[in-house]
């Protein structure tokens, strides 16, 4: 679930959860709102994997 892996990032990033949002896919309420029931498309769900695939390689 894409919501793990997000959590996962921010807990070992110490990044708050509007900042993932924002810089992940321009958008601060994400994590909030998946948090509370929203279903990212397949879009979505590959920006995502692809900013935190990005920042890992760092």
Known sequence: MILRKIDRYLKATSMAPTRFGREAV???RLV???RRG???G???IARIEA???QSDAR
């Open 26 to 28: 321009r958008d601060p």
């Open 32 to 34: 909030h709102d998946l």
């Open 38 to 40: 929203r279903e990212p």
């Open 42 to 44: 397949a879009r979505m």
């Open 51 to 53: 900013y935190i695939a």
